[in-house]
C-alpha cells in the first residue's frame, strides 16, 4: 500500500495498492496554500481508502507502506513542504520513502491514456512535459515510451528554459509539446509501485528545484576598523 505525496505544482495525495489500484485520490490545485491543506488531504486520503497510517496491517485494514515523494522539479517553499511530510510520515512509521521525479508521474499518465485509449500496437511519440515555472520560464523533460518496467523513459530534463526558447529546445529534442497544470497523486504512487517492484531507484533524494530560494541567509557583519 503506497502513500502517494506531491506539492510541486499543486497538493495532491492518493493511495495506491502495489497493483496499481487506486484506493483513494484527492487533490488541491492552490498553488498557495500547501501547508495549510496538506494535512486535511492526508486525513482524508488514509480515511477513503481505510488504510491504516502504519505499515502493519491489522483487523481494521491495510497499513501504508511506503510513501512516495514528488522532488519535483517545483518551487523551493511549495516542493519542500510536500517532501517534509512525506519523510516525517514515514519516519514516524519507520517506512521507506520513494523518491519519484514529478513530471514522471505526469508523463506516466500520459503514456497509459495513449495505451488505453490509442490503437492496438500504436507508439506514442516522443513528447516533453511541460510546466509552468512562473518567472516567465516553464521546465521541461523529455520521454520516450515506457520501459520494460512500466516506467517512463526520460531522455532530457528536469531543465528550466525562458517561455521564448522552450518550443525551440523541445523541437531540437525531437519531441512534441505536452502542458500539464498537476500532478497525479495515484500515478506518482504508481510509478513508485512500478520501481519498487523492479528494485529500482527512479527519482533523487534532493529536491529538484526550479531555482534557489529568494531567501537567503544574511552574510556576516563587516568589521568596522578604528
Do not use: C, N, W
Given at each position: 500500500m503506497?502513500?502517494g505525496?506531491?506539492?510541486?505544482?499543486?497538493?495532491a495525495?492518493?493511495v495506491?495498492?502495489?497493483?496499481g489500484?487506486?484506493r483513494?485520490?484527492?487533490?488541491?490545485?492552490e498553488?498557495?496554500r500547501?501547508a495549510?491543506?496538506?494535512g486535511?488531504?492526508?486525513q482524508?486520503?488514509?480515511a477513503?481508502?481505510?488504510?491504516?497510517p502504519s505499515?502493519?496491517p491489522d483487523?481494521?485494514?491495510?497499513g501504508?507502506?511506503h510513501?512516495a515523494?514528488?522532488?519535483?522539479?517545483?518551487?523551493?517553499?511549495?516542493?519542500?513542504i510536500g517532501?517534509a511530510?512525506?519523510?516525517?510520515f514515514?519516519?514516524g512509521?519507520?517506512?521507506?520513502?520513494?523518491?519519484?521525479?514529478?513530471?514522471?508521474?505526469?508523463?506516466?499518465?500520459?503514456l497509459?491514456?495513449?495505451a488505453?485509449?490509442?490503437?492496438?500496437?500504436?507508439?506514442?511519440?516522443r513528447?516533453?512535459v511541460?510546466t509552468d515555472?512562473?518567472?516567465?520560464?516553464?521546465?521541461?523533460?523529455v520521454?520516450?515510451?515506457l520501459?520494460d518496467d512500466?516506467?517512463?523513459?526520460?531522455?532530457?530534463?528536469?531543465?528550466?528554459a525562458?517561455?521564448?526558447?522552450v518550443d525551440?529546445?523541445?523541437?531540437?529534442?525531437?519531441?512534441?509539446?505536452?502542458?500539464?497544470?498537476?500532478v497525479?497523486g495515484s500515478m506518482?504512487?504508481?510509478?513508485?509501485?512500478?520501481?519498487?517492484?523492479?528494485?529500482?531507484?527512479i527519482?533523487?533524494?534532493d529536491?529538484?528545484?526550479?531555482?534557489?530560494?529568494?531567501?537567503?541567509?544574511?552574510a556576516a557583519r563587516k568589521r568596522?576598523?578604528?
Amino acid at each position: 500500500m503506497i502513500l502517494g505525496i506531491d506539492t510541486s505544482l499543486g497538493t495532491a495525495v492518493a493511495v495506491v495498492e502495489a497493483d496499481g489500484v487506486v484506493r483513494s485520490q484527492v487533490a488541491s490545485a492552490e498553488t498557495l496554500r500547501h501547508a495549510e491543506v496538506i494535512g486535511t488531504l492526508l486525513q482524508r486520503a488514509l480515511a477513503e481508502a481505510s488504510a491504516l497510517p502504519s505499515g502493519v496491517p491489522d483487523r481494521d485494514g491495510p497499513g501504508v507502506t511506503h510513501v512516495a515523494a514528488g522532488m519535483g522539479p517545483g518551487a523551493f517553499t511549495g516542493l519542500r513542504i510536500g517532501i517534509a511530510a512525506a519523510r516525517a510520515f514515514a519516519l514516524g512509521r519507520a517506512i521507506p520513502v520513494v523518491p519519484v521525479v514529478s513530471h514522471d508521474a505526469i508523463a506516466l499518465e500520459r503514456l497509459l491514456f495513449d495505451a488505453i485509449t490509442g490503437e492496438p500496437d500504436a507508439v506514442t511519440p516522443r513528447f516533453a512535459v511541460v510546466t509552468d515555472a512562473r518567472r516567465r520560464e516553464f521546465a521541461y523533460s523529455v520521454y520516450d515510451g515506457l520501459d520494460d518496467d512500466g516506467l517512463p523513459v526520460r531522455v532530457a530534463g528536469p531543465a528550466l528554459a525562458p517561455r521564448d526558447e522552450v518550443d525551440a529546445r523541445i523541437a531540437d529534442l525531437g519531441a512534441i509539446r505536452h502542458d500539464a497544470a498537476g500532478v497525479s497523486g495515484s500515478m506518482l504512487a504508481l510509478a513508485a509501485a512500478r520501481a519498487i517492484a523492479a528494485g529500482r531507484d527512479i527519482g533523487p533524494h534532493d529536491p529538484l528545484y526550479l531555482r534557489a530560494p529568494d531567501v537567503t541567509p544574511p552574510a556576516a557583519r563587516k568589521r568596522v576598523g578604528a
